[in-house]
């Protein structure tokens, strides 16, 4: 059961990550896709070696083995991309999932087989996985070939990305990355690849022990078999834990661009000058915080975090690093503060106080009076009414 628990973790987590993390960091979709992917490879191995209903089997088999050859890949260009601090998909990329366009070839005689065929298949496997080198319905590539071919690509791809983090620890050492975040994303990258690796090297001896396959210069006993298949069984529950319970590792690594900023001192908000100062994002998040202060933008109610990545052209996952770790206010906090202020302001003016309540708040940004009534009771514990009231009787 825990593999299935798992699993559907990691189909949850990918959903989440393509709804709310792919807009504001591309990346993420790699990652999606690996969890997804990474979530299918643990089903369709426990329907095959320990689930006992061969329609389970008969459901997946031949369908999800192309979607395992996108695992290597899907982790390749996730860290690589995350090294990069940018979305990077070029034509070549495409080469990366040639093998799983070519199981895809291999399978289309399969697909086109009876239900009822696939169904034998899957009950005879179940009682014995050997029984899987009868299948003779196949193009290129035989069924029983994709058990260690799969492996062997996605170790390739795991030790491949292990080297770009290697690689990337020494680089980084000289660019202006945030400590904190910086120590995160690394120790997240070298965990999801060493992960993998690992996975997949206990995955070579598991297949020849369930398998039964006595041809081999060592023996694999039922004790290393057991040793294996607890390694194996923690590594793949820790991957959707971590992204679970560490949700900043979806920020990336943002790189601090080396440029000159007006060097214009703001008095923007208090609390918000209690910034880590040896952060390099310091003058991209004062940068953020002027522009609110001048240009005024939230006054628009279509005002969100992409009309400031594309009037400052700061990548978005940047932006919600500076709101986080900086600023230390959500952005929508944000937002409805400053609306709010602002709307405070205009109820105070004595030649706006003829102008109706619904008007201040669209004056002030709120694309509706229930909006602005309930985000000024919210902020000030006042209802706008009450304000100019208890104003007045302060007065």
């Excluded at 389970?56 to 991309?81: E, Q």
């Amino acid at each position: 059961m825990a593999v299935y628990f798992f699993a559907v973790l990691n189909f949850y987590l990918s959903i989440i990550i393509l709804f709310f993390n792919v807009k504001i960091n591309k990346n993420a979709f790699f990652l999606a896709g690996y969890l997804f992917c990474l979530g299918m490879f643990g089903i369709v191995h426990n329907f095959t070696f320990d689930e006992k209903n061969p329609l389970l089997l008969a459901l997946v088999r031949g369908y999800a083995t192309p979607i395992h050859y996108a695992l290597g890949p899907m982790l390749y260009l996730y860290v690589r991309g995350t090294v990069l601090d940018k979305y990077v998909f070029k034509k070549s990329d495409f080469w990366h999932f040639l093998p799983m366009l070519i199981s895809v070839l291999s399978l289309i005689p399969f697909y086109f087989t009876s239900f009822s065929y696939k169904l034998e298949i899957a009950r005879n496997i179940q009682i014995n996985p050997r029984t899987s080198i009868n299948d003779s319905v196949y193009w290129i590539i035989p069924h029983f070939s994709h058990f260690y071919i799969r492996a062997i690509s996605f170790l390739g791809y795991s030790i491949a990305s292990l080297l770009i983090v290697l690689k990337a620890s020494k680089i980084l050492e000289n660019r202006s990355v945030p400590k904190p975040q910086k120590k995160l994303i690394l120790r997240w990258l070298y965990t999801l690849t060493i992960l993998s690796a690992v996975i997949f090297i206990c995955y070579v001896p598991l297949t020849f022990y369930l398998l039964k396959i006595v041809k081999l210069p060592f023996v694999i006993t039922e004790t290393a078999y057991n040793i294996f298949d607890r390694i194996t069984g923690y590594s793949y529950c820790v991957i959707p834990l971590t992204v679970l319970v560490l949700p900043q590792i979806l920020y990336g690594l943002p790189v601090a661009a080396k440029t000159k900023l007006n060097p214009k001192p703001t008095d923007f908000w208090e609390d918000t000058q209690a910034i880590l100062e040896e952060d390099p994002f310091l003058d991209v998040s004062k940068k953020i915080l002027a522009y609110l202060k001048n240009e005024k933008p939230y006054l628009n109610p279509d005002f969100n975090m992409d009309t400031i990545a594309e009037r400052l052209k700061i990548p978005k996952h940047h932006i919600y690093y500076c709101f986080g770790n900086i600023i230390k206010i959500k952005f929508s906090k944000v937002r409805n503060r400053l609306r709010v202020d602002h709307a405070k302001k205009l109820l105070l003016e004595e030649k706006l106080q003829n102008l109706k309540l619904e008007a201040i708040g669209f004056e002030s940004g709120f694309s509706s009076r229930s909006h602005f009534f309930a985000t000024f009771k919210e902020e000030t514990g006042l209802t706008p009414s009450e304000f100019i009231i208890q104003s007045r009787v302060s007065e």
